[in-house]
């Protein structure tokens, strides 16, 4: 049996409080609005109960926020791309922010087993005005369970329509590209964190987050295999290559913390379902 599920979330601000509506068909839920940060920002959990896609299954996630709200989204656990006996799998997750919107997109991994056909679609739009912080984080395989990612497909596509496009696609069966220095370099962990803006930013604003990132990646234990850049006046980035997904998280969660101070004046706040 397979699935499509779909999961629709608007954010509003109402009175000062930013305010989640929801609608949803199939196995996709979004659990109760918490505000630890106060009103201004609403933290939300995606859950999917079946835990995992299978050949054929579809989800289609859409958010909308609209001006002035502020929402973050995160998961409880990673979402799992299961072997396939013939059909792909999707996760296509649509994020529009209105002028003067604020967004965190922050998921836990995508683990990609031996033996899938998945592909992960994330497509952004945002007003001028708009703000986002969001990361990608994908494990092919389970290492630390031996348990390789040998067969099988996965494929990203990451988007700002108009602005910044990146697409891959890896084969199991690709070895040149997993194993080489100018691949994947036989890392098994491929994590993206990005702020998008809906309009230029300033030259010293963006130039103080790549110094910021910068300085941050220079300390980790990942600094070989990290960087940060700009590829367009509206996009910072910060991309991570890493053997397992531990420690390419810790350092995403670094830089997100660092971001929101720098671009938002906004002390951090962990959802509370990543201490559970």
Same mark, same amino acid.
């Given at each position: ?17 930013? *305010? ?116 990608? *984080? ?97 996009? *910072?980035?910060?991309? *991570? ?36």
């Amino acid at each position: 049996m397979t699935w499509h599920a779909t999961l629709a979330l608007d954010y509003t601000l109402q009175a000062g409080k930013t *305010v989640a509506h929801f609608r949803h068909d199939g196995p996709l839920r979004i659990l109760q609005s918490l505000y630890p940060e106060g009103d201004a920002v609403c933290h939300n959990v995606i859950v999917h109960p079946p835990g995992g896609l299978v050949g054929g299954d579809t989800l289609d996630l859409k958010f909308s926020v609209g001006a002035g709200a502020h929402g973050l989204v995160t998961t409880p656990g990673a979402t799992r791309f299961y072997r396939s006996t013939g059909e792909p799998a999707l996760q296509r997750t649509r994020l529009a922010l209105e002028a003067g919107a604020r967004m965190e997109w922050l998921p836990l991994e995508a683990i990609c087993y031996s033996g899938c056909l998945a592909e992960n679609r994330l497509s952004m739009r945002l007003a001028p005005g708009a703000e986002l912080i969001g990361w990608d *984080v994908t494990a092919l395989g389970l290492p630390a369970a031996k348990q390789p990612f040998e067969t099988g497909s996965f494929s990203q596509h990451i988007e700002v329509p108009g602005v910044w496009l990146e697409r891959a696609r890896l084969q199991a069966c690709d070895t040149l590209l997993l194993n080489s220095p100018l691949g994947l370099a036989g890392q098994r962990c491929m994590a993206t964190l990005f702020f998008v803006a809906g309009s230029k930013l300033e030259r010293k604003r963006r130039q103080e987050a790549l110094d910021c990132a910068r300085q941050l990646i220079e300390a980790h234990p990942l600094c070989a295999t990290a960087g940060a850049t700009s590829p367009d006046g509206q996009i *910072v980035v910060v991309r *991570v290559l890493a053997p397992v997904v531990e420690p390419a998280m810790a350092l995403l969660r670094q830089v997100w913390q660092a971001w929101r101070a720098h671009f938002w004046q906004q002390a951090a706040s962990s959802p509370r379902i990543w201490s559970m």
